[in-house]
């Protein structure tokens, strides 16, 4: 069998494409959506996170802010700033990059943003929202993976999905969104046993570990949805490469269909980011959600 490629490239286009078709929605009605990003130290792959989060904002007709702080800032000043956001009426999505300097304590940062503006979806209410069913801000990644999911398959009921990886980025916030679109959720992690076997019972297999080409062909099922979120940076043949947590090639061989890396989940998180921030603008306009995909 030879799978089909889930393109996240023209997948998160469409996505953006919706989010600024929102947005100009707004502009009509005098609502310009807005997205502050707050940096601590300078880590060069945040900034390369960061410098993309803001043309990208820009580009789909946002007000972006970026707010660079040095690594020694202390973890009160940090806190002001959030505070002072959060009291901004232009702002409606506020994402303090992580990892956070080692100094800070990154858990009381998130939760002192305000919930509504927590385009993330790290804040601890919206983990017990997203828990337990209800509305909440949903975290980009795993909701890029489930646009897509539902994009490539309709209706995900009652379809074995397992989870590999519990992280709270990324795992959890995943196994619970497929829980809620009643599939049977498996997540699994570095003590399940028989790891091979739980991932051969997938018909959504979902990759979340951080270790290059850890899934093989042989551990899919023939026909399953492949979703690869790793970004492993790996040097091979001379040269550096980024490659998921699934052997592409052999996977390729027996998946029904698979996301590439790159080119794969990484475009959609961005997308998500930026429909995040379009929902909390409308939520706190009184407006209804925006239509992500069509
Ligand atoms: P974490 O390191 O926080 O979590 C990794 C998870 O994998 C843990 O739950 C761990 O288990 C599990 N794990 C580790 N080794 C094994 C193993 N041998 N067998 C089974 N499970 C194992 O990573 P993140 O969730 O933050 O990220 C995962 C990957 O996704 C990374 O490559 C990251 O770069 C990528 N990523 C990509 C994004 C994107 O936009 N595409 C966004 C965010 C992350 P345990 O809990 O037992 O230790």
């Known amino acids: 069998m030879t799978s089909t490629l889930i393109d996240g490239k023209s997948f998160s286009s469409g996505v953006r494409g919706r989010v600024a078709s929102g947005v100009a929605g707004l502009a009509a009605r005098g609502i310009v959506p ?3 990003v707050v940096l601590v130290g300078e880590d060069p792959a945040s900034e390369v996170y960061v410098r993309n989060k803001g043309i990208q904002t820009r580009e789909a007709g946002m007000a972006s802010w970026e707010h660079k702080l040095p690594a020694e800032t202390g973890q009160a000043e940090l806190l002001a700033l959030v505070g002072k956001l959060n009291a901004d009426p232009a702002v409606h999505g ?8 080692a100094h800070m304590d990154a858990e009381a940062v998130i939760n002192a943003i305000d919930p509504a503006k927590d385009v993330d979806g790290f804040h601890i209410l919206n983990v017990g929202l997203l828990g337990t069913g209800q509305k909440s801000m949903v975290p980009c990644t795993p909701l890029g993976c489930l646009l897509m999911l539902r ?21 959890k916030p995943m196994a619970q969104l497929l829980l809620g679109e009643s599939c ?35 551990w ?8 690869d979120v790793g970004i492993n940076r790996i040097e091979e043949d001379g040269r550096t490469r980024l490659v998921g947590d699934v052997d592409f090639d052999s996977a390729a061989r027996v998946a029904g269909a ?24 409308c939520r706190a306009n009184g407006l209804p959600d925006p239509e992500l995909v069509g």
Do not use: W
């Open 184 to 218: 049977t959720v498996t997540i699994a992690h570095s003590r399940t046993k028989n790891l091979a076997e739980v991932c051969r019972s997938a018909d959504i297999l979902v990759a979340a570990v951080g270790r290059p080409r850890m899934i093989p062909g042989d």
């Open 34 to 36: 807005g997205l502050a």
């Open 151 to 171: 994009d490539r398959l309709g209706d995900l009921s009652g379809l074995n999905a397992v989870v590999v990886g519990r992280s709270n980025i990324v795992g």
């Open 258 to 281: 698979i996301t590439p890396v790159p080119g794969g989940v990484g475009p959609m998180t961005i997308a998500c980011l930026l429909a995040n921030t379009l929902t909390a603008c």
């Open 94 to 101: 506020i994402l303090v990059q992580l990892p956070l300097p």
């Open 220 to 227: 899919v099922k023939p026909g399953a949805t492949v979703i």
